[in-house]
């Protein structure tokens, strides 16, 4: 079965500064896709930014970046020039392609990362 | 564009009382739906997932049960509420692009 794991329960950044989160995935399937959804205190669950397997680029979206690293199943955010909204709780997610056929495709998530920003 | 519609988005219900949570989907047509709870301070998990109208799975044993009577309206329900089942329900679809979307969630406390 497919797991996540996200070891730091707590991060804090300063204002403009630069901040990664890391995220470590198990998967015996080589097609999938990865996800990154920010969880603010209104508990709205926001896409951030996803990867897939196949393509060897990082995904970057405005201030926050990827470094997918397919071999060492690792997935971490990198979230530069941090603003006051970008505080919330992080969760690295994964799903497995729809090339594998069955139709759950469900979302694995971590146990996030609550990310604090110091003015 | 498509949309998701979770409501209520506050809930207060007395142990042993029933429950009926809705979601419903616009803009796309045969979407897989999911259910998630999310405990305080702790991650998603999934409850249920449907591919189709009448078709649900279960994740979890539990005192909840979800049904699909139309393509695009997922319902969790409950005959009688659990302190346990205390949390925040998150009403999800997806598509074979692998993005998910969310609903705004529900918060449901059983008192």
């Known amino acids: 079965a497919q797991t996540v794991t996200q070891s730091q329960p707590e991060m804090s950044v300063q204002e403009a500064e630069t901040v990664t989160l890391s995220c470590t995935y198990d998967t015996s399937e080589s097609d999938y896709y990865l996800f990154w959804y920010k969880q603010p205190p209104s508990r709205q669950m926001i896409l951030v930014i996803r990867q897939e397997a196949y393509k060897q680029q990082n995904a970057t979206e405005n201030r926050f970046s990827v470094n997918f690293q397919k071999a060492a199943k690792s997935f971490s955010l990198k979230i530069s020039d941090s603003q006051l909204g970008d505080a919330a709780m992080y969760f690295c997610?994964?799903?497995?392609?729809?090339?594998?056929?069955?139709?759950?495709?469900?979302?694995?998530f971590g146990t996030g990362t609550l990310l604090a920003v110091q003015p | 564009s498509q949309t998701i519609h979770q409501w209520p988005a506050t809930l207060v219900q007395p142990v042993g009382s029933p429950l009926s949570l809705e979601c419903t989907v616009e803009?796309?047509?045969?979407?897989?739906l999911y259910w998630y709870r999310q405990a305080a301070g702790r991650g998603l998990q999934l409850l249920f997932y449907?591919?189709?109208?009448?078709?649900i799975s279960s994740e979890v044993p539990q005192n909840l049960s979800a049904s699909r009577p139309q393509d695009r309206q997922f319902i969790l329900s409950s005959k009688k509420l659990l302190l346990s089942d205390s949390g925040f329900y998150l009403c999800?679809?997806?598509?074979?692009?692998?993005?998910?979307?969310f609903g705004s969630g529900t918060r449901l406390t059983v008192v």
């Open positions: 999800a679809w997806s598509d074979r692009g692998g993005g998910y979307t």
């Open positions: 449907s591919v189709g109208i009448g078709q």
């Open positions: 997610a994964y799903r497995r392609s729809f090339n594998y056929g069955g139709a759950t495709n469900k979302l694995i």
């Open positions: 803009g796309t047509s045969n979407p897989n």
